[in-house]
């Protein structure tokens, strides 16, 4: 099992360059696999969309939180540290131009060394969609659209250069360097917690991370995007599965439900919102009870 961890966003401190150079260096440290950030290009006050993942029906951030472009953020943290992976959960892909996107995508895959992972959704906030030039009518059109033109983009495609017609993006003969860092591209994971979340996981996801569901609910997803890859002629054991996971309860059991579920990684979030000396003593307890492989649980466990 490897195990991610989410930034406690809500504390506002993403956006502060000393504060998550710290939070970072101590997670690679410990032995987390992945640092995984969060996207809103705009939070729009009073919105009338609804928050899947809460019974409010409200996002738990406040307006004003500051939350840095995700890419830019990673390019940031690629530079002060030196193998933790760096992932977006979720980035709300209908808010960007694909190709565009491609280019920012894998110029930080290119100078990071290949640790990029993107985990994109289609996006909840029709305030936000709409504000970024999005019709949410088609963000699902638009979504699949985008991963292809990316792929495209990405691969190699000789001196005529790579083609693509689309309803929402198109080009010709359009030449994208730097490629990613690793020949196959950047792994591009589908986050969600809808049927359609599940099978596009299944028709084209390197990976699939089910939000907001209980366990039964997650058993239907993963089959149906099981399901999905079988009848597109895809290996569905190579399609990854990251699930929620909370730091402080995270035990044997917790792992081994993941496991049953078809977990092969965790991404957890904290219970300390901004003390980051409480955190990082929150992180290397939580190494040394999963028996994390990082120098800050060997000094720990030195100490001891």
């Known amino acids: 099992m490897r195990f991610g961890i989410i930034p406690p966003v809500r504390a506002g401190v993403t956006a502060d360059p000393v504060w998550m150079t710290s939070f970072v260096r101590h997670a690679e440290a410990c032995g987390f696999e992945s640092v995984v950030l969060v996207e809103h290009a705009v939070v729009v006050s009073a919105y009338e969309s609804t928050y899947p993942y809460s019974s409010s029906g409200k996002m738990p951030l406040p307006d004003d939180c500051p939350i840095p472009d995700p890419l830019d953020l990673m390019a940031y943290l690629a530079a002060v540290t030196e193998s933790i992976t760096l992932a977006t959960g979720v980035l709300v892909l209908p808010n960007h131009q694909a190709v565009v996107l491609a280019k920012?995508?894998?110029?930080?895959?290119?100078?990071?060394?290949?640790?990029?992972?993107?985990?994109?959704?289609?996006?909840?906030?029709?305030?936000?969609?709409?504000?970024?030039?999005?019709?949410?009518?088609?963000?699902?059109?638009?979504?699949?659209e985008s991963i292809e033109a990316m792929r495209l983009l990405w691969a190699e495609s000789g001196p005529d250069g790579a083609s693509f017609d689309g309803q929402f993006v198109a080009f010709h003969h359009a030449h994208c360097f730097p490629k990613p860092f690793r020949a196959g591209g950047v792994p591009i994971h589908i986050g969600g917690h809808s049927e359609a979340a599940a099978r596009r996981a299944g028709r084209v996801g390197d990976g699939f991370q089910p939000?907001?569901?209980?366990?039964?609910?997650?058993?239907?997803?993963?089959?149906?995007m099981r399901d999905t890859a079988e009848m597109e002629g895809r290996q569905p054991d190579d399609i990854e599965i990251s699930l929620s996971g909370y730091l402080p309860t995270t035990s044997e059991d917790t792992v081994a439900e993941a496991i049953s579920l078809g977990a092969d990684r965790l991404i957890v979030s904290t219970s300390i919102i901004g003390d980051l000396d409480k955190i990082n003593d929150e992180m290397s307890?939580?190494?040394?009870?999963?028996?994390?492989?990082?120098?800050?649980?060997?000094?720990?466990d030195g100490a001891g």
């Open 104 to 144: 920012r995508i894998a110029t930080v895959d290119a100078l990071s060394n290949g640790r990029v992972r993107i985990c994109v959704g289609v996006g909840w906030m029709d305030e936000e969609l709409r504000a970024t030039g999005a019709d949410p009518r088609t963000r699902g059109k638009r979504t699949d």
């Open 211 to 224: 939000l907001g569901l209980t366990p039964d609910e997650v058993r239907t997803r993963v089959v149906q």
């Open 285 to 300: 307890a939580f190494a040394e009870r999963m028996g994390l492989n990082g120098t800050a649980t060997t000094a720990r």
